[in-house]
């Protein structure tokens, strides 16, 4: 039985499918397109889908949406008379789209499909399970656990911002639903506007900023006791009633008031790219800890309803790695599983799970690697030597082929140890919005000027934002406070307090920009202001090529460890094909360039001809 999943039409379109229960592939429209989040229907990610599964459309069993459009439409609907006249200029933008495009949502997805290929409607069964299901299904099913609670939180599905589910076998059931408006996702993401980023983009961007507030100020616990005062009413059993006289996501095209917030916390909310100021970090830092306290709550409840060993996590606010670090260190369950494209990507997987597991009943197979069932994430596309030298030959391009991989891996070894920040594209691409190693930046986790050079001159982001640590998987505990794994980089843990190094005299009272370059650890380049680091454990079952390299490093340099970083600039999706890494090294300062068994020099390449500048090309994210 093939199914085919899609998500779609509001953020990181996606498409996925699974034959027999087994996920072959996936992967975001965004990749394809290089437009970041693409919302777009995913045409060219269901033909690699349909391609690497060997199968035309006609093939497929079932086409899965991932939500329910008119539940949505009518808690559009709804929302808006509960709210009126208020959100009268939302309502006359919105409501021509629904009535014209999303309202007929099967024409549309017929239509998406017989782009393709001509559709046998006939033949192919079109699903919609709801989108809190789709998450739940996501991260339960291809889970190694028999049984589990599970927790998806996000913005908004239909009607749902959060449920508690039990998953046993091939079943999921429903326990708790929170519903619209009160979302904790769109709290959060309230904040990162107010902090001057985008919303459904730069919520990581909050999260990473919140430690460099000082969480013993006075600032910290005033902003903390506002938000819990005014904004949000935190319940034991992980409900939560957000105060809507200061929100305006219900009914507006702004996420909050804004005057009523700079009334609130004493400050206007800050203009994207304009300087950040130790008030936005406390700000973020209260925002994180409240966040982190409903999280708390929300699992109790779970494990008090299902009195589980394990827990599952989807939805975007499972992308928030701190919290869920946190959540781990607690001990409250054996293990978490957080699927790892967790937000709406994710949702094309987890409605094809659905579809095979609910609605025809089909029973689940777990595999003996006691991680998952995703083969680490990379489900994505894959290129050939051959395919990697066509486009080194039209780049005329200077390069290195080494046939042994062992030597390959002993070379790239050495060029990273010697301080060479490195391009990395091998194998299958990773699927959700973390780079795994297989499309990735590499260095050195030793070198104390690697966060400032890769930030700075490579990513071009703000320099404030930490770089995560790939390690052996058995390793890891030499050189990080975690016994188990992380595969997909979602959990943050303390560095090794024997590897910290202290802090100044005053280091809490020096501005954002003092506080950047100190060194912290004996891994500088990935110990964050708060002595954190987002952890990814490289297992030799799901990527025996970079384990193997850690390996070398370890070899050369004593380190199982080194920085991974998305291979792309800041704007633009992850690189998918050959052309898309070479153009992406060309843009920027990195020293090297492996693609395949291919060693690409900056220093030996023709000279970059682009005239068009990637700053133009990507939209700041």
């Not at 014209?100 to 192919?124: H, R, V, Y």
């Not at 009195?307 to 670090?325: E, P, S």
């Not at 369950?333 to 094309?348: C, H, M, N, R, S």
């Amino acid at each position: 039985m093939t199914i085919l999943g899609i998500s779609a039409y509001y953020h990181d379109a996606a498409a996925a499918i699974i034959q027999d229960g087994e996920v072959i592939a996936a992967a975001q429209e965004e990749r394809f397109t290089r437009k970041k989040h693409d919302a777009s229907f995913p045409v060219h990610a269901i033909r690699f889908c349909l391609e690497y599964a060997g199968c035309s459309l006609n093939d497929l069993d079932a086409v899965v949406f991932y939500e329910k459009p008119l539940l949505k439409f009518e808690r559009l609907l709804e929302t808006y008379y509960a709210y009126a006249p208020r959100g009268i200029k939302s309502f006359m933008l919105s409501m021509p789209v629904w009535l014209k495009e999303k309202l007929f949502l099967k024409k549309q997805l017929w239509d998406g499909l017989n782009s393709i290929e001509k559709a046998d409607k006939k033949k192919i069964k079109l699903l919609f399970p709801e989108h809190h299901l789709s998450h739940a299904a996501s991260a339960f099913f291809p889970s190694a656990y028999e049984r589990a609670a599970i927790l998806t939180t996000d913005g908004v599905g239909e009607w749902a911002t959060l449920s508690i589910c039990v998953g046993e076998g091939n079943k999921i059931r429903v326990l708790k639903e929170l519903d619209f408006p009160h979302s904790l996702g769109l709290f959060y993401s309230a904040f990162t506007y107010y902090c001057g980023f985008k919303v459904n983009s730069g919520e990581y961007k909050l999260m990473g900023l919140a430690p460099y507030g000082d969480e013993n100020s006075d600032s910290v616990k005033r902003y903390n006791e506002i938000i819990k005062n005014k904004l949000i009413d935190l319940k034991a059993d992980g409900s939560l009633f957000l105060h809507q006289a200061y929100f305006n996501y219900a009914v507006g095209l702004r996420m909050v008031n804004d005057a009523r917030w700079e009334a609130l916390f004493g400050f206007p909310k800050r203009v994207a790219e304009a300087p950040i100021e130790q008030h936005h970090c406390d700000l973020a830092l209260a925002a994180q800890q409240v966040l982190e306290e409903a999280v708390m709550n929300l699992a109790r409840e779970a494990k008090r309803l299902t009195n589980a060993d394990y827990l599952c996590m989807a939805g975007g606010v499972a992308l928030n790695c701190v919290a869920n670090g946190k959540l781990d260190t607690t001990g409250l369950f054996k293990q978490l599983f957080i699927q790892p494209a967790a937000g709406d990507a994710g949702g094309a997987l987890g409605a094809a799970y659905a579809a095979y597991h609910i609605y025809y009943g089909k029973e689940r197979s777990i595999k003996p690697f006691d991680a998952d069932n995703l083969k680490g994430a990379f489900l994505g596309t894959a290129f050939t030597d051959t395919q990697i030298l066509t486009t080194l030959k039209k780049y005329q391009a200077a390069f290195t082929h080494i046939e042994k991989e062992e030597e390959l891996l002993q070379q790239v070894a050495a060029l990273i140890a010697a301080g060479n920040v490195t391009g990395w594209h091998q194998g299958r691409m990773e699927f959700g919005p973390r780079a795994l190693g297989a499309r990735s930046i590499l260095a050195d986790a030793r070198n104390p000027d690697m966060q400032k050079k890769i930030n700075l001159k490579i990513k071009h982001r703000e320099g404030f934002r930490p770089f995560a640590p790939i390690v052996l998987a058995e390793e890891v505990s030499n050189y990080f406070e975690h016994e188990g794994i992380s595969p997909y980089m979602l959990l943050v843990k303390p560095v090794k307090a024997t590897r910290q190094l202290p802090l100044p005299p005053g280091f809490e009272s020096k501005t954002l920009l003092d506080k950047l370059y100190f060194q912290r650890s004996d891994m500088p380049a990935i110990t964050h202001v708060d002595y954190s680091a987002r952890i990814q454990t490289v297992h030799r079952e799901t990527n025996p090529r970079l384990w193997k390299l850690l390996q070398q490093m370890k070899q050369q340099t004593g380190y199982a460890v080194m920085v991974n970083t998305s291979f792309n600039v800041r704007g633009e999706p992850i690189v998918n094909t050959p052309e898309d890494a070479y153009r992406c090294f060309m843009r920027t300062d990195m020293d090297y360039l492996v693609m395949g068994n291919f060693i690409i020099p900056k220093k030996d390449q023709p000279a970059w001809k682009e005239k068009a500048d990637w700053k133009n090309e990507f939209e700041l994210d």
